[in-house]
């Protein structure tokens, strides 16, 4: 079963930062694309960032470019996203995903099909931005 375990959200201030954390339990990530998604209340699930497995290609989403960046260290099996300047509306779960195809890419269908089509999702890491 494929497990995706997140962490490193948090409460912060607007204009602050953090570094959430992806890793595998039991399995490699290294060899497939990653994405990070978020769920805000009432809202749907979307895709705001992801990075491809061999060259390291990303995609930000355009609501968020700028302020957040997406890294793997493929020693550490981990992937990261890394927020700066955040503002109150990145309030959400943060949660990491995979469509586990072997060597994947990272695209805009990417974030679009596994927002919908993941079935692992795991309890993903709450960020709030609030004063």
């Known amino acids: 079963q494929v497990q995706l375990v997140e962490s490193g959200g948090g409460l912060v201030q607007p204009g602050g930062s953090l570094r959430l954390s992806c890793e595998a339990s039991?399995?490699?990530?290294?060899?497939?694309?990653i994405g990070w998604f978020r769920q805000a209340p009432g809202k749907e699930r979307e895709g705001v960032s992801c990075i491809s497995s061999r060259d390291r290609s990303t995609i930000i989403v355009d609501s968020v470019k700028g302020r957040l960046s997406v890294s793997r260290d493929n020693d550490k099996n981990m992937v990261y996203l890394h927020m700066n300047n955040l503002k109150p509306e990145d309030t959400a779960v943060y949660y990491c995903a995979t469509d586990l195809k072997l060597h994947g890419t990272c695209t805009d269908e990417f974030l679009r099909s596994v927002a919908t089509d993941f079935a692992s999702w795991g309890q993903g890491t709450q960020v709030t931005v609030s004063s």
């Open positions: 039991g399995w490699t990530l290294n060899y497939y694309a």
